[in-house]
């Protein structure tokens, strides 16, 4: 059975994986990344996690959130699910390093500002 879940939730399932792809890319390099398929694997499965979740997200929280590039999560994850023969794992990798950082400092702030809300109540 599907739950539907909240923006919250969603937004808590965007923040793990940005961990478990950071934990990873901290403690890797880039040669063990390309030698391990599984790793590869399980990368991009956390990537498809973070724009399905983005995708989820109702629409009027992506408006009220626009210094996040909702859009390219979500093509990113359409790409890796239905074009996944042709992706690049050197991009990926570069995705990891460059935009999963910030990518977590605005996740991050959606969440502070959510928790002092809550709060404040």
């Known amino acids: 059975m599907r739950r539907n879940l909240d923006n919250s939730a969603y937004i808590h ?9 950071i934990n990873y890319t901290s403690n890797h ?3 063990q990344f390309l ?9 991009m499965r956390y990537l498809e996690v973070i724009g399905e979740a983005a995708n989820k997200l109702e629409e009027r929280f992506r408006i009220k959130n626009p210094h996040i590039k909702w859009r390219k ?3 990113l994850r359409n790409i890796l699910i239905h074009d996944y023969m042709d992706v690049d794992v050197h991009i990926m990798w570069n995705i990891m390093i460059r935009d999963i950082p910030e990518l977590k400092q605005k996740i991050d702030k959606i969440i502070l500002v959510k928790q002092r809300k809550q709060d404040n109540a």
Do not use: F, V
């Not at 399932?13 to 792809?21: L, P, R, V």
């Not at 030698?35 to 990368?43: C, E, R, T, V």
């Open 13 to 21: 399932h965007i923040s793990d994986s940005i961990q478990e792809i």
């Open 29 to 31: 390099t880039y040669g």
């Open 35 to 43: 030698k391990n398929d599984w790793d590869q694997a399980a990368l």
């Open 73 to 75: 999560i979500i093509d």
